[in-house]
C-alpha cells in the first residue's frame, strides 16, 4: 500500500506503461499496471488501467474504468465510468453514472445520468434511467429502453419524432381530445348530482 504523500511509479515497461500515484491517504493495491489515482483521500484503485481524479473514500476494482470524483463512489464492472456523485455504483460492465446519488447500474452498456436512487437491473441491458431527485427508486423498464421518471412530469419543447415520423400534431390533437372527454365528463357528472 502506498500513502502519505508519495508519488511512485511502478512496472515501467520499455513501452513507458506505468502506474502513477499522487496525493495522500490513497492506494494503489499490487503491481498492477497504469493505475492513476489523481487526488483526495481514502481512494482505492486495484483494476488495471483504471482511474480515480479525486473525491474521497472511492473504489475503483475495474479494468479500464474511471471514477472521476466524489464521495463513496464504487465500480466493479470492466470500462465502466462515475463521473461524480455520492454512493454511485456501477457494476455492469461498460456502464456509465454521470452524477447524482445512490445510483446503481447492473448491466451492460447502461446508465444512470442524473437524479437519486436510479436503477437499471442487470437484466436490462443497454438500459438508460434519467430520474429526479425525490428518495425513491427510479428503475429501469427493459432491455435497451430510456425510463424518464419525474414526479412533476417531463415537459418538451419542439416536434416529437416516433420511427423518425413526425406525430408532434397527433400528440397535440389528443391532448385536446382528452380535454373535451374530461369537460363532457365533468358535465354529466355535475347533471347526475345536481
Do not use: P, W
Not at 32 to 54: A, H, K, P
Not at 59 to 77: A, E, H, K, R, T
Not at 119 to 128: E, K, M, P
Request: negative net charge; glycine residues 16%; aromatic residues 10%.
Amino acid at each position: 500500500m502506498i500513502t502519505n504523500n508519495e508519488v511512485l511509479y511502478k512496472d515501467v515497461d520499455e513501452n513507458g506503461i506505468f502506474n502513477a500515484y499522487f496525493e495522500n491517504n490513497n492506494s494503489l493495491f499490487g503491481l498492477r499496471r497504469s493505475q492513476t489515482l489523481g487526488g483526495g483521500e481514502f481512494n482505492t484503485v486495484s483494476g488495471n488501467y483504471s482511474v480515480i481524479g479525486g473525491g474521497a473514500n472511492n473504489v475503483n476494482n475495474g479494468y479500464v474504468s474511471i471514477i472521476g470524483g466524489g464521495l463513496d463512489n464504487c465500480i466493479i464492472g470492466n470500462y465502466a465510468s462515475i463521473l461524480g456523485g455520492k454512493n454511485n455504483e456501477a457494476t455492469g460492465n461498460y456502464s456509465i453514472i454521470a452524477g447524482g446519488s445512490g445510483n446503481k447500474t447492473f448491466a451492460e452498456n447502461s446508465a444512470v445520468l442524473a437524479g437519486k436512487c436510479g436503477r437499471v437491473f442487470q437484466a436490462h441491458y443497454g438500459a438508460t434511467v434519467l430520474g429526479d431527485g425525490e428518495d425513491r427508486i427510479h428503475k429501469s423498464r427493459g432491455s435497451n429502453s430510456l425510463s424518464l421518471d419525474f414526479s412533476n412530469g417531463v415537459y418538451m419543447t419542439g416536434s416529437i419524432y416516433l420511427d423518425g415520423q413526425d406525430v408532434t400534431n397527433n400528440i397535440k390533437n389528443l391532448g385536446g381530445y382528452f380535454k373535451t372527454f374530461s369537460e363532457n365528463l365533468n358535465q354529466e357528472l355535475t347533471g347526475v348530482f345536481v
